[in-house]
């Protein structure tokens, strides 16, 4: 078992993030945030409104995106929010064949490859 309670999910793209979560059984989408700090800020405001469990026991994964990712890896880090930046290959290897995709099912799928 993990030492994190609650599993996060996030698609990067170049101006906007995605991001799921996994809770209580459930994988849930949270919604779209601009890819700043000010969008990494209004996620975990509403998701700490949502759930009840401190920071240090959350886990944020994401495709590793290039330059597009790199800003919210370093914001996690500095706010000691635990993280990982995954090789969008061995996520889409975990999944198997797909059809049909958009950000929202990515930041699930995701979500789901961490937990």
Not at 1 to 28: E, P, R, T, W
Not at 45 to 65: A, D
Not at 86 to 106: F, H
């Amino acid at each position: 078992m993990s030492n994190y309670s609650l599993i996060i999910g996030s698609d990067i793209s170049k101006f906007v993030i995605d991001v799921s979560f996994h809770y209580q059984g459930l994988a849930c989408y949270l919604g779209q945030f601009e890819n700043s700090e000010k969008g990494y800020s209004a996620f975990v405001k509403i998701l700490s409104k949502k759930v009840s469990i401190p920071k240090n026991e959350w886990f944020v994964c994401f495709e590793n995106t290039g330059v597009y990712s790199k800003p919210i890896l370093h914001w996690l880090i500095t706010k000691n929010i635990a993280c990982r930046e995954e090789n969008a290959l061995n996520i889409s290897k975990s999944l198997g064949i797909r059809r049909g995709k958009d950000d929202k099912v990515d930041s699930l799928d995701i979500c789901l490859y961490a937990y």
